[in-house]
């Protein structure tokens, strides 16, 4: 009874992804254009917040912070799902797997802390609209 199981995982292989030749053009096409249109969104949404000054507010720079977020987000695992959908051994080692756990486990967490402060951001500028500039000012320590 003291036989125990020490086989090692090394790869996963990604079953759900398909074999047809159709489906993978139609999971390809359909990945690449979701995740362009994720990028450049994001990307729109930086680059108008940091080149525009009259969007110098916390919530625009919460709003820009926010997109990046979302951009190491979809980044994270997207890439390699679209890498792997035209190839024949569809898998991801164990070391890679933990990785991009960890990643969106990271960045998840990040996103709710920034979240967090967005609320914070809302709730001064409606409780306390006098106070607003100098609760959220930059210079405040």
Not at 11 to 31: C, K, M, R
């Amino acid at each position: 009874m003291d036989e125990a199981n020490h086989s090692v995982v090394s790869e996963f292989v990604f079953l759900g992804l398909s074999n047809s030749w159709a489906t993978q053009i139609f999971l390809f096409f359909f990945s690449c254009v979701f995740y362009v249109a994720t990028l450049m969104g994001n990307l729109l949404i930086v680059l108008a917040v940091t080149s525009d000054p009259h969007l110098q507010s916390p919530m625009y720079f919460l709003l820009a912070n926010l997109s990046i977020i979302d951009l190491i987000f979809c980044s994270s695992t997207a890439p390699k799902m679209i890498y792997d959908i035209f190839r024949k051994h569809k898998t991801i080692s164990f070391g890679g797997c933990v990785v991009q756990i960890f990643f969106i486990h990271a960045v998840g967490g990040t996103e709710m802390v920034l979240l967090i402060a967005m609320a914070f951001d809302r709730y001064v500028a409606i409780c306390k609209p006098l106070h607003y500039l100098t609760i959220m000012s930059p210079w405040r320590g």
